[in-house]
């Protein structure tokens, strides 16, 4: 498959706007300058564990309608930003940015082919437990602070939980990836606003720590499912399983787990499977 030089920086800006479901180069290179606002090396990151997904993705000769959209870069974004995030920066921990981001077009493809899911950001919270779990193992140092900034530009915990889509707890950041939604979809932009104000107001009134709130915890997952299920009818499905990210982000900070997507995922997949069985049966089947 031949890919000229432009449609390959096409598809890989696609694949980081494809994280917030948008699948649009330009949506994705305001979304990766809000990204290096807040912190240059992880927008580093989240920039070459896309075009290595990409890139992969096309030698495997994968359909490029799909690749096009992005859909095998998504996941390698995340997983970029996360070990930049999480771990010093040396050879070694590149070297397994280069691997998680290969590994995480296979984890894709799987899902599915054998789960008949949706594959959401299930491949990025899988790699990336994964790679903490082993991380003494593989001699990966905690790391710096990887910021722009000593503190962080808060906006009440709104732009926050945008932000954290992308493990970018900036309010800023948050505004700017929330108009890069705007440009592309009025529908996707107004169920990311009514993910973060009902997550934060339900966070809020269940006395919830005020620091997980304004910076974000609750309301990120909230943002994606909102999203990703908007299409499912009737709206309450959307509705409660924005709702529902709320405790399952709480039980994974009692737990002191990484939750990174995780609650989007779980409960998107439960919301998912719960509509088939509501649709077919309304159907009589």
Known sequence: MKIKAIDFVKYTMSGIAEV??????????????????????MAIGALCATAIATGFAILLKKKQKVIALGLYGYNATLIGIAIIFLFEITYFS?????????????????????LKIPTFTAPFVLITWLIIIFKDYLHLLPAANVLNFHNNIYTFGLGEA????????????????????????????????????????????????????????????????????????????????????????????????????????????????????????????
Request: a positive charge; one cysteine or more.
């Open 162 to 285: 945008v932000g954290q889509v992308y493990l970018q707890g900036n309010g800023i950041t948050g505004l700017i990836i929330l108009l890069a939604i705007l440009l592309y979809s009025k529908s996707d932009f107004i169920w990311a606003i009514v993910a973060t104000c009902s997550t934060w107001l339900i966070a809020h009134m269940l006395n919830y720590p005020a620091i997980n709130i304004e910076n974000g915890l609750y309301g990120f997952s909230a943002v994606l499912t909102g999203i990703a299920l908007k299409s499912l009818k009737p709206i309450l499905f959307p509705i409660i399983g924005i709702v529902m990210t709320v405790f399952v982000t709480q039980a994974f900070i009692e737990s002191g787990w990484p939750s990174l997507t995780a609650p989007f995922v779980i409960v998107s997949w439960m919301i998912v499977l719960v509509h088939r069985y509501y649709h077919n049966r309304s159907r009589g089947f």
């Open 20 to 41: 917030i479901i948008q699948s649009r180069p330009l949506a994705g290179t305001f979304i990766l300058l809000a990204i290096f606002i807040h912190s240059w090396q």
């Open 94 to 114: 590149i070297f397994i940015l280069f691997l998680g981001s290969l590994l995480s077009v296979y984890v894709s493809l799987w899902i599915p082919k054998y």
